[in-house]
């Protein structure tokens, strides 16, 4: 498994497993408040820098910010994919990046990541509101922007979370109104309705001895959560699935079920005596055990089908 450059640091918010960049210099910062127009959808040219670079975004009057993620040696003439990266509560937008080791995988299979900025203190995300959020409201504007500045892919566009920034995930899922062609989430699955969604998939992965956001629901300083299963039973009756198409257990810790749908597919792991924290990751003191058994990153790229050919 792959090394990742990290350093733990004080746990102040409850649904956090926290790290920070171990970087020799802080990323660029560019000023950027126009609104963005209805993005294009032909060929394009990158004119925005290569590496890590803080952009903004001004979205009912209010400057947002986010961290864009984009190798160097990526073509410039072409349409790239996109994963956008929810940060956990108490986490800033490169703690999630290099965490989670989406920097190195951006890296090694040719996509830009985009790492926005919550808005609640902490730093964190607003969920609950069925999408009507200024946070959702400024995804939805960042999903124009990046396919506008930055040359994303609109049809390869892929949303990822940890604790607090996957259950923003599931919300704007649940909605229906955002291109997000998969999503991926770790430790905190919502589902609310979501009749007006289309068919949605998704990659999911949550421990049993969650001491954040329990597996088996219940309260929580932040607000109750649902059990994992009643969320998930929510997900494959919405996309009209049946029994499991595959079960399997990797390991002597993983539990591995792969659904087949009419119009998604569903993959969930469950890491028995699993915490709050990214798999395949290094761990975070006070958050539990991480398992090695499974690599999070690594099994979300093959879903949203972002790995290179050999």
């Known amino acids: 498994m792959r090394t990742r450059r990290w350093l733990a640091r004080g746990l102040g918010a409850l649904l956090v497993a926290t790290v920070l ?27 925005s820098e290569r590496g890590d670079v803080v952009h903004s975004l001004t979205v009912n009057g209010k400057k947002r910010s986010y961290l864009l993620y984009a190798p160097e040696g990526l073509p410039t003439d072409e349409r790239l994919p996109v994963v956008f990266m929810f940060h956990g509560l108490g986490q800033e937008p490169a703690d999630a990046v290099t965490y989670s080791g989406f920097d ?4 090694d299979e040719g996509f830009i990541v985009v790492a926005p900025l919550g808005s609640v ?38 949303a990822v ?26 430790a905190y699955m919502t589902y609310d309705g979501c009749d007006s969604a ?27 959560v649902e059990p994992v299963n009643d969320s998930l039973t929510g997900w494959l009756a919405h996309d009209q699935c049946g029994e499991p198409q595959a079960y399997e257990e990797p390991a002597d810790d993983l539990q591995h079920f792969t659904w087949s749908c009419p119009s998604a597919t569903i993959e ?33 790229l093959r879903f949203f089908d972002l790995v290179r050919a050999d």
């Open 121 to 158: 203190d902490g730093p964190g995300w607003t969920v609950g509101t069925k999408g009507r959020s200024a946070d959702a409201k400024f995804i939805a504007a960042l999903n124009e922007a990046v396919v506008e500045r930055h040359c994303a892919d609109p049809a390869r566009e892929y």
């Open 21 to 47: 960049v171990a970087c020799t210099t802080e990323p660029e910062k560019k000023d950027e408040s126009a609104e963005p127009s209805v993005p294009p959808t032909g060929p394009c040219t990158v004119e």
């Open 104 to 107: 190195q995988a951006a890296a």
């Open 268 to 300: 969930t792991y469950i890491v028995l005596g699993g915490g709050h924290t990214w798999p395949g990751s290094e761990g975070v003191g006070g958050q539990g055990y991480t398992t090695e058994s499974v690599d999070a990153t690594a099994e979300m």
């Open 198 to 224: 289309p068919p949605t998939s998704f990659i999911y992965f949550h421990g049993t001895a969650d001491p954040a956001v329990p597996y088996t629901g219940g309260a929580t300083p932040l607000g109750r």
């Open 161 to 186: 979370g940890m604790s607090n920034g996957s259950a923003l995930a599931f919300e704007l899922a649940c909605t229906g109104d955002f291109p997000f062609a998969a999503y991926g989430g770790v």
